[in-house]
């Protein structure tokens, strides 16, 4: 069994920076993704950072040139940091495993920007 546990999140004003963590634990062999996804209140989740397990990265255009997705050299944990957050960064953060076909999800962690 695979268990996502994130951290980091909380309130930050407009501009400010937040990084996120996801530590994973349980039986792990072969990720295949790991990502960053978000849901904003009465939105659907959505996609925000991939990194593939070829190290290749990938943003939502809204995130493009502010955040950064990167990982942990045991590629246990995936980080995401955000800098230059914007109101519309609201959201709960989830992260996310594809490992062997099988999705794994964190329980998410909200991120509030308010000023």
Known sequence: Q?????SGGGLVQPGGSLRLSCAAS?????????GWYRQAPGKGRGSVAI????DSTHY??????????????????VYLEMNSLKLED?????????????NYWGQGIQVTVSS
Not at 26 to 31: E, K, R, Y
């Open 2 to 6: 695979v268990r996502l546990v994130e």
């Open 26 to 34: 349980g039986s792990i062999f072969s990720i295949n993704i790991m």
């Open 51 to 54: 990194l593939t397990s070829s």
């Open 60 to 77: 939502a255009d809204s995130v493009k040139g502010r955040f950064t997705i990167s990982r942990s050299n045991d590629r246990r944990t």
């Open 90 to 102: 609201t959201a709960v953060y989830y992260c996310n495993f594809l490992i062997g076909g099988t």
